[in-house]
T-cell receptor, first 113, second 117 residues
Framework: QQQVKQSPQSLIVQKGGISIINCAYE??????FPWYQQFPGKGPALLIA?????SEKKEGRFTISFNKSAKQFSLHIMDSQPGDSATYFCAASERNRDDKIIFGKGTRLHILP | DTGVSQDPRHKITKRGQNVTFRCDPISEHNRLYWYRQTLGQGPEFLTYFQNEAQLEKSRLLSDRFSAERPKGSFSTLEIQRTEQGDSAMYLC???????????????FGPGTRLTVL
């Protein structure tokens, strides 16, 4: 059973556009929701994360929107750049279990120059 | 470079052979994690250590897999009698001692890509 469902599987966006990646979860014990960015040949790197006590978190061009009642969260990349082309993973972990992160299947993002 | 390092970066082996991977975490990180990532999938948790103690193992970790962290520093992951289904990227991550009320960020290494022929 996939605990964190991510969509779309792949995404192509024009330079300067907004990239949006969506995730949904079922486990109400999840209380930490990070997004990871992975470039080819590299391990994932933490991009931005949110706790369910807020509905939005913004860091530079990256924003997480969180809807606790719908059990959904999304990543928005504003003014997308070719350097943002990578695979993005949403993830979740339970309270006091940040040792065990559950990842989505990933979204391969390509920004057209 | 003071990040997580893994060795080797690539390993090709024949079915039935044993392989061993090494992970060197960020200095003074007391937690170390192993994940497996197959093509088109996110990383899947395998096991983790706090210092030298192995605290949890996933059901994905069959009895052919063994991980050690003997001195609480580097770790090894051994796969015995490899099968073609073991072909994957094996990722290691480390995190510092958890501060009260804080979430630990896991820092990932570049991974070891295993191909079993």
């Amino acid at each position: 059973q996939q605990q964190v469902k991510q969509s779309p599987q792949s995404l192509i966006v024009q330079k300067g556009g907004i990239s949006i990646i969506n995730c949904a979860y079922e486990n109400t014990a999840f209380d930490y929701f990070p997004w990871y960015q992975q470039f080819p040949g590299k391990g994932p790197a933490l991009l931005i994360a949110i706790r369910p006590d807020v509905s939005e978190k913004k860091e530079g061009r990256f924003t997480i929107s969180f809807n606790k009642s719908a059990k959904q969260f999304s990543l928005h990349i504003m003014d997308s750049q070719p350097g943002d082309s990578a695979t993005y993973f949403c993830a979740a972990s339970e309270r006091n279990r940040d040792d065990k992160i559950i990842f989505g299947k990933g979204t391969r993002l390509h920004i057209l120059p | 470079d003071t990040g997580v390092s893994q060795d080797p970066r690539h390993k090709i082996t024949k079915r039935g052979q044993n392989v061993t991977f090494r992970c060197d975490p960020i200095s003074e990180h007391n937690r170390l994690y192993w994940y497996r990532q197959t093509l088109g999938q996110g990383p899947e948790f395998l096991t983790y250590f706090q210092n030298e103690a192995q605290l949890e193992k996933s059901r994905l970790l069959s009895d052919r897999f063994s991980a050690e962290r003997p001195k609480g520093s580097f770790s090894t992951l051994e796969i015995q009698r490899t099968e073609q289904g073991d072909s994957a990227m094996y990722l290691c991550a480390s995190s510092p001692r958890r501060a009260s009320g804080k979430v630990n960020e896991q820092f990932f290494g570049p991974g070891t890509r295993l191909t079993v022929l």
